[in-house]
């Protein structure tokens, strides 16, 4: 299993663009890259998927750079409802691929 | 709304009790998993399911033992539990087990062993 380094921890206010960053030195050919989001007491999120290069939909961007080693969530504008756990997960079958890390918490304030 | 389903949202148990969770998903997924998240923990991968067959079971005590009768339904089958065993259990689905799966959450339930 390709192993997930993230920050423990990030702090924002509210309208401010956040780039979480991945990292994912052994990552293997056919892996993707996932991130999750979850609210306390709730089953996480699904947010955005990517292989390569750039990734975006209606709540984020991913960039994924050449070398695949590491990968950054991007989330434009935040707002207080944002504050949550993002997860970077890295595999490429169910069981690899739906492993969790640590995550990183962040808070956004007003 | 996910789409998967776990009841009971909460369980208060004794250590001698049996119990069961059931999750139920309509999604038509082949894939279905039971996660534990206990306090300021990350979520911990329990057991998967694909095409109702065991696929992994990631070293967990005997005392929870996983059910799939069809690809819509899984349960966790609970006895003579720890309190440690008290934690959020979470179900999820997706459509298969390939590279760039999906996956989701129910909104889990919320164990309590006294």
């Known amino acids: 299993l390709a192993k997930t380094t993230q920050p423990i921890s990030m702090d924002s206010y509210e309208g401010q663009e956040v780039n979480i960053t991945c990292s994912h030195n052994n990552i293997a050919t056919n892996d993707y890259i996932t991130w999750y989001q979850q609210f306390p007491s709730q089953g996480p999120r699904f947010i955005i998927q990517g292989y390569k290069t750039k990734v975006t939909n209606e709540v984020a961007s991913l960039f994924i750079p050449a070398d695949r080693k590491s990968s950054t969530l991007s989330l434009p504008r935040v707002s207080l409802s944002d504050t949550a756990v993002y997860y970077c997960?890295?595999?490429?079958?169910?069981?690899?691929?739906?492993?969790f890390g640590k995550g990183t918490m962040l808070l956004v304030s007003p | 709304e996910t789409g998967v389903t776990q009841t009971p949202r909460h369980l208060v148990m004794g250590m001698t009790n049996k119990k069961s969770l059931k999750c139920e998903q309509h999604?038509?997924?082949?894939?279905m998993y039971w996660y534990k998240q206990s306090a300021k923990k990350p979520l911990e991968l329990m057991f998967v399911y694909s095409l109702e067959e065991r696929v992994e079971n990631n070293s967990v005590p005997s005392r929870f033992s996983p059910e799939c009768p069809n690809s819509s339904h899984l349960f966790l089958h609970l006895h003579t539990l720890q309190p440690e065993d008290s934690a959020l259990y979470l179900c999820?689905?997706?459509?298969?087990?390939?590279?760039?799966?999906?996956?989701?959450f129910g909104q889990g339930t919320r164990l309590t062993v006294v």
């Open positions: 997960l890295v595999g490429n079958s169910g069981y690899s691929t739906l492993t």
């Open positions: 999820a689905s997706s459509q298969d087990q390939d590279g760039g799966t999906e996956a989701f």
């Open positions: 999604l038509g997924h082949n894939a």
